[in-house]
């Protein structure tokens, strides 16, 4: 049976996180709101980046109106749209601009996910990349003050990016494919 695009988007989501994200404890600080369930699953049906940018921001509106206590953060799948990463890049740069102007800056954060998600100097195929690549283009909204006390209490935050790159390399692309496997 194949599930509708918007299910299968928010299915694929969820296991790249279990397996990537918190299962390679890439982020320490998403175990705790992955296995409490306090990650809302947002899926853009936005075919171009003017939709999915008012998805995003409606969905910003909602995490900023909601209980922290039982959502802390929002994930906004765009399976539909941004499928280039210079398109994504362009939503992302018009999402960050709207939040400052709106006079959101520290207190929502956007981080950034994507397919294709290459750093800059990094070779395409780098299993670095896989550090911010998802299963679909995605906007990771986060409360900042929630982010700042995560902060506070893990010894060595600075070290995260670097020790994560350092893993994914010592898997190889190979691992992470198995990973991301479906089954």
């Not at 296991?15 to 899926?43: D, H, Q, T």
């Not at 800059?120 to 700042?148: K, W, Y």
């Given at each position: 049976m194949?599930?509708?695009?918007?299910?299968?988007?928010e299915?694929?989501?969820?296991?790249?996180?279990?397996?990537?994200?918190?299962?390679?404890?890439?982020?320490?600080?998403?175990?705790?709101?992955?296995?409490?369930?306090?990650?809302?699953?947002?899926?853009?049906?936005?075919?171009?980046?003017?939709?999915?940018?008012?998805?995003?921001?409606?969905?910003?509106?909602?995490?900023?109106?909601?209980?922290?206590?039982?959502?802390?953060?929002?994930?906004?799948?765009?399976?539909?749209?941004?499928?280039?990463?210079?398109?994504y890049?362009?939503?992302?740069?018009?999402?960050?601009?709207?939040?400052?102007?709106?006079?959101?800056d520290?207190?929502?954060?956007?981080?950034?996910?994507?397919?294709?998600?290459?750093?800059?100097?990094?070779?395409?195929?780098?299993?670095?990349?896989?550090t911010?690549?998802?299963?679909?283009?995605?906007?990771?909204?986060?409360?900042?003050?929630?982010?700042?006390?995560?902060?506070?209490?893990?010894?060595?935050?600075?070290?995260?990016?670097?020790?994560?790159?350092?893993?994914?390399?010592?898997?190889?692309?190979?691992?992470i494919?198995?990973?991301?496997?479906?089954?």
């Amino acid at each position: 049976m194949t599930l509708p695009l918007t299910t299968q988007a928010e299915a694929n989501t969820r296991r790249w996180l279990e397996r990537i994200v918190v299962g390679l404890n890439l982020c320490p600080f998403a175990a705790s709101p992955f296995k409490r369930e306090r990650i809302a699953y947002r899926v853009s049906e936005g075919t171009t980046l003017e939709s999915v940018y008012r998805d995003v921001l409606a969905a910003a509106d909602e995490l900023l109106n909601g209980d922290p206590s039982e959502i802390e953060t929002t994930l906004v799948i765009a399976p539909n749209a941004l499928h280039t990463f210079d398109e994504y890049l362009e939503a992302l740069a018009l999402i960050e601009q709207a939040l400052g102007q709106a006079g959101l800056d520290g207190i929502l954060q956007v981080a950034s996910f994507h397919p294709d998600y290459c750093f800059d100097g990094v070779a395409q195929d780098d299993p670095a990349n896989h550090t911010n690549r998802s299963p679909h283009p995605m906007f990771h909204l986060i409360r900042e003050a929630g982010l700042a006390a995560a902060l506070e209490s893990y010894p060595d935050a600075d070290g995260i990016p670097e020790r994560n790159v350092e893993l994914l390399r010592k898997l190889g692309i190979d691992e992470i494919r198995r990973l991301l496997e479906l089954s």
